[in-house]
């Protein structure tokens, strides 16, 4: 059976984290060989979720972890386990 | 970037912290710091509230560590206390109820078609050295629904796996793919047609090239 372009994407997020069985991992290869848009949509979707995994996307505030155990310090002082 | 758990520091740390050496719990809670704080931050919205409910996070972990079974990760319990702490302080807001991880929304409704191209060029990670890439990527990740919001951030951000993700919001592992899923389509729509100027232009061409 040949999937369509929409059956692809409902399946993208999957594919990429390596969680769709082995039939239909071939299906959509199969499909990518030949669609330039699913392979445009399946690239740029891997591409932001690489991206975002980059810790200079997310910092902490400045100072946060020092602030953070000052604060645990006192606590720390205050109360017993 | 994410700090893999190590259970058996963790039991050996706990012990130890509860026999009385309290200033092991600096140790403990380190590797949980940045996964709270966004965890509290995707939830609240706030700078300044985040850091301060995850400081309180960190406090009532303290406090409450003799509680802790050992039948989850340790950082999966700390994001559970933290997110009770989000919850309990977006009720006190008042806030709406979409905003709230509790809130129920039909997960079958919603446009997901992607941005249609007809070819990509990979933007490098290099790119975020320039400063306005990382603001795209946060905006897009601030501008989604707040169920989405909260799994991109763990899954995707904190590279948290689907069953630990699940736990700490309290949610299924199905809903926590199907929420992911949704999230990384919207953030493809979003995002992919303005990544495209990040990307390394070919020598000699101008624009982008099929």
Partial sequence: MRIDCKHVWEHISAYIDGEVDAEL????????????????????????????????????????????????????????? | MTTASNPEF?????????????????????????????????????????????????????LNLAKFRGDSQFRTWVLSIARNEGLGRLRKQGSRREDSLDAE???????????????????????????????????????????????VLLRDIEEMD????????????GAVKVRLHRARALLQRELAPRLKGFAPQRKGLFGWGA
Avoid at chain 2, 32 to 53: H, K
Avoid at chain 2, 162 to 173: F, Y
């Fill in chain 1, 25 to 81: 991992r071939a299906e959509i290869d199969r499909h990518l060989e030949t669609c330039e848009i699913c392979s445009a949509v399946l690239d740029s979707t891997r591409n932001v979720v690489v991206l975002m995994a980059d810790d200079r996307v997310f910092e902490l505030p400045a100072g946060f972890s020092q602030r953070l155990h000052e604060r645990l310090e006192k606590e720390l002082e205050l109360a017993g386990p």
């Fill in chain 2, 10 to 62: 963790e039991a050996d740390c706990i012990r130890r912290i509860l026999a009385g050496e309290k200033q092991l719990f600096h140790d403990l809670i380190r590797p949980s710091e940045r996964a709270i704080y966004f965890l509290l931050l995707s939830l609240l919205r706030n700078e300044a509230e985040a850091e301060d409910a995850a400081q309180e996070t960190a406090i009532k972990v303290y």
């Fill in chain 2, 105 to 151: 929304i039909d997960e079958g409704s919603g446009d997901y078609t992607p941005a249609i191209l007809t070819s990509w060029r990979e933007v490098p990670s290099e790119a975020l050295e320039r400063k306005e890439l990382g603001g795209l990527l946060r905006k897009a990740i601030k501008g989604l629904p707040a169920i989405y919001r909260n799994v």
């Fill in chain 2, 162 to 173: 689907v069953r630990e993700t699940a736990a700490a919001l309290g949610i299924t592992e």
